[in-house]
């Protein structure tokens, strides 16, 4: 394949956050005088948005949604980021990649008063700058969606048929194939293997570095 430009998930894909957000909504709750939440339901949910987590893998009520999303994020900085590093081999695939000339941006479910901090201090700035991070407040339908992705593609005036969606759940290559891109899914993040064939992708990978001999 000739792919010129990738656009990666963040949490489960770059970052190893599983734990850091099992925390966060475990205090979150507790701050709501909630009962906790089972971790693998958790786990599931990892890549919607806040409230469609707390919503599908907690106790909290409808109406209290908006609350519980605003508390995670106040607690998330306090609770998550020594619990929070980066897969083997990114920095080093991301430097190869940049090498050979790979334009490469990162789509997330995050709001960007998380993710680019994470960024940040995780190393990655280094080979995707903070002009490529695209978060959940961009205003936009998220995943599964394809509005950020297509966003994405416009602002940076890439061709969708030369360009790969890189995630470890269905909804980032649901996103990515719906904006009419390839897709690969990382088999070592959140969701299982069959989970990811389940919607067709592209490319499998079982570790990140293996991603060069898709180019």
Do not use: W
């Not at 906790?36 to 949910?45: G, Q, R, V, W, Y």
């Not at 980021?81 to 000339?101: A, K, M, V, Y």
């Not at 067709?200 to 570790?207: A, E, G, K, S, Y």
């Amino acid at each position: 394949m000739n792919y010129k430009n990738i656009l990666f998930d963040f949490d489960g894909t770059l970052a190893d956050t599983r734990q850091g957000i099992i925390r966060t909504v475990q205090g979150t709750l507790l701050r709501m005088g909630l009962p906790s939440a089972n971790p693998s339901d958790i786990t599931k949910t990892i890549g919607l948005p806040l409230t469609e987590c707390f919503h599908l893998a907690t106790p909290t009520p409808p109406e209290r949604l908006d609350e519980a999303a605003q508390i995670y994020r106040d607690i998330f900085p306090s609770l998550a980021l020594d619990h929070i590093s980066l897969f083997p081999c990114i920095l080093q695939t991301l430097s190869e990649l940049q090498n050979r000339g790979i334009v490469m941006a990162i789509v997330s479910s995050r709001h960007h008063m998380s993710l680019d901090p994470l960024a940040e201090q995780l190393g990655v700035l280094q080979y995707i700058p903070r002009t490529r991070l695209y978060g959940e407040d961009e205003s936009l339908a998220p995943k599964p969606a394809p509005d950020i992705a297509l966003k994405i593609l416009s602002d940076l005036n890439l061709n969708p048929a030369q360009t790969l969606v890189v995630g470890d759940t269905i909804y980032d290559l649901q996103m990515g194939s719906a904006a009419g891109c390839h897709t690969c899914g990382v088999t070592y993040g959140n969701q299982s293997r069959q989970k990811l064939l389940s919607v067709n992708p592209d490319h499998l990978i079982d570790t990140f570095p293996d991603l060069v001999a898709l180019l």
